[in-house]
């Protein structure tokens, strides 16, 4: 079992290490690999602009954390950045490990990081996976489209927007490796 719940400030450098781990898992084969394998360098300095960023904004991640206390998902949400955004919410991020993909951990923590408000999202373009995950949360491309810095080989990324839904209250729990999530 996993357990969701809002990032502890002393987590921020393994919650950090974590999405990075799901960058790799994701990214592979999309992105430079040293690119990849250079995502821990300065880990520290990052995490301490987290912490402060958490501060100033007032909204912090939630993490699930398995049965042995390691971090094995991130997911953040909060007010909608750029001029004229579809929604008042973004889902920043969200990341899961690959042993968890498909058990509905995914979906649990984006339930947290935004429970069911109008929001967007941005994919990155040609990441099937991750495009048919947020189309089952109520996600739909809206035609949208920019083009990643330089790090990203030039690759783009999409919009995706929902309307308000209705969800089940966040789940404090999610299903370990190799089975499904069901309700608590």
């Known amino acids: 079992m996993a357990t969701i719940r809002p990032l502890r400030s002393e987590e921020t450098e393994a919650a950090l290490r974590m999405k990075n781990q799901g960058w790799r898992q994701a990214y592979r ?4 690999e040293e690119i990849l394998d250079d995502l821990d360098d300065g880990i520290e300095a990052i ?8 501060d ?3 909204s912090v991640p939630f993490v699930a954390v398995d049965d042995d206390g390691a ?7 909060g007010e909608a950045r750029g001029d004229n955004p579809p929604a008042a919410v973004e889902l920043f991020m969200l990341y899961v490990l690959e042993e968890y993909y498909g058990t509905g951990l995914g979906r649990a923590l984006a339930d947290a990081a935004i429970g069911g408000a109008a ?8 990441n099937e996976r991750a495009t048919a995950f947020y189309r089952k949360l109520g996600f739909v ?3 949208e489209r920019e083009q990643l810095s330089e790090r990203w080989n030039g690759l783009h990324e999409i919009r995706m927007v929902r309307t308000a839904c209705a969800v089940d209250p966040p789940r404090i729990s999610a299903a370990a490796p190799g089975s499904q999530l069901t309700g608590e």
Not at 47 to 54: C, L, S, T
């Open 29 to 32: 084969g999309k992105v430079r």
């Open 47 to 54: 995490a301490e602009a987290w912490r402060q960023g958490f």
């Open 56 to 58: 100033e904004s007032g």
């Open 71 to 77: 971090i094995v998902g991130i997911a953040a949400g």
């Open 119 to 126: 929001a967007c999202v941005w994919v990155l373009e040609g």
């Open 141 to 143: 491309p809206d035609g």
